[in-house]
C-alpha cells in the first residue's frame, strides 16, 4: 500500500519558525514534493527533492532522507497569511512521474 | 499569462444526472491531471492525460467516470449517473514537460449531488 504521514494540525506564532513532517511508506520513491492550500483554494506548488538534503526557496526550505522515508517542509519567519493547509506529495513511480500521491495535509494556524 | 481554468466553479445535479467538468491547461503545458477532494482530506489522483491520449487511469472509478483530451479544446471529466458519493471538489492540474512533479493547479469544480 501507499501511506503518507503527516501531523493534522500545527500552531505557531508570527515570526517564529515551524517544522512539517512527512513519513512515507510507497512501493517506489521518485521525489517529494510540497504544497500550500487556502481555505479549499487551488493547492500552489512550493518545493520538490529528488536527493537527500535541504533545498531552500525564500522563507520556505524543504528537506528529504530517502534512507528514513522522511521529509518536512520548515516554513520561517511566519506570518498570518501562511495560515493554510500544507500537503506533502510522493512520486512513486518513474515512468508517470506526474501522478502525486498526497497526505491527508497539515493545518497550520499562525497566531499573532 | 492565464493559469488554469476550470469550470463550472461550482454544479449542482441530481442524482442520475451528468456532470461535465472542463479544464484548460496552462499555455504551454500538454500534461493534465484530475484529482479529487473530500473535505479534510488530501487529494487523490484520478488520471493523467496528454493530448488524445490517457497515460494513467489508475485512479478513477471503473464505472461511470471518463476523462478526455481532446487534440482541440479542454479536457473534460464525465461522471454519469452521478450519486451523493461523488459530491466533492475535483481539481484540475497541469505541468511542464521537463517538470511533472511541479503542478499548477485550476480553482477547482465543487460538485454537488442532491
Known amino acids: 500500500g501507499q501511506s503518507l504521514e503527516q501531523p493534522s494540525e500545527v500552531t505557531a506564532v508570527e515570526g517564529a519558525i515551524v517544522q512539517i513532517n512527512c513519513t512515507y511508506q510507497?512501493?517506489?520513491?521518485?521525489?517529494l514534493s510540497w504544497y500550500q492550500q487556502h481555505d479549499g483554494g487551488a493547492p500552489t506548488f512550493l518545493s520538490y527533492?529528488?536527493?537527500?538534503g535541504l533545498e531552500e526557496t525564500g522563507r520556505f526550505s524543504s528537506f528529504l532522507s530517502r534512507s528514513d522515508s522522511y521529509g518536512y517542509l520548515l516554513l520561517q519567519e511566519l506570518q498570518m497569511k501562511d495560515s493554510a493547509s500544507y500537503f506533502c506529495?510522493?512520486?512513486?513511480?518513474?515512468?508517470?512521474?506526474?501522478?502525486?500521491?498526497f497526505g491527508q495535509g497539515t493545518t497550520l494556524q499562525v497566531k499573532p | 499569462n492565464a493559469g488554469v481554468m476550470q469550470n463550472p466553479r461550482h454544479l449542482v445535479r441530481r442524482r442520475g444526472q451528468e456532470a461535465r467538468l472542463r479544464c484548460s491547461p496552462m499555455?504551454?503545458?500538454?500534461?493534465v491531471y484530475w484529482y479529487r477532494q473530500l473535505p479534510e482530506e488530501g487529494l487523490k489522483f484520478m488520471v493523467y492525460?496528454?493530448?488524445?491520449?490517457?497515460?494513467?487511469e489508475s485512479g478513477m472509478p471503473k464505472e461511470r467516470f471518463s476523462a478526455e483530451f481532446p487534440k482541440e479544446g479542454p479536457s473534460i471529466l464525465r461522471i454519469q449517473q452521478v450519486v451523493r458519493g461523488d459530491s466533492a471538489a475535483y481539481f484540475c492540474?497541469?505541468?511542464?514537460?521537463?517538470?511533472?512533479?511541479?503542478?499548477?493547479f485550476g480553482p477547482g469544480t465543487r460538485l454537488t449531488v442532491t
Open positions: 527533492n529528488a536527493l537527500d
Open positions: 506529495a510522493v512520486t512513486s513511480d518513474p515512468s508517470n512521474t506526474g501522478k502525486l500521491i
Open positions: 499555455k504551454g503545458h500538454s500534461h
Open positions: 510507497t512501493s517506489g520513491f521518485y521525489g
Open positions: 492540474a497541469s505541468s511542464p514537460d521537463s517538470r511533472p512533479y511541479e503542478q499548477y
Open positions: 492525460l496528454q493530448k488524445e491520449n490517457i497515460i494513467d
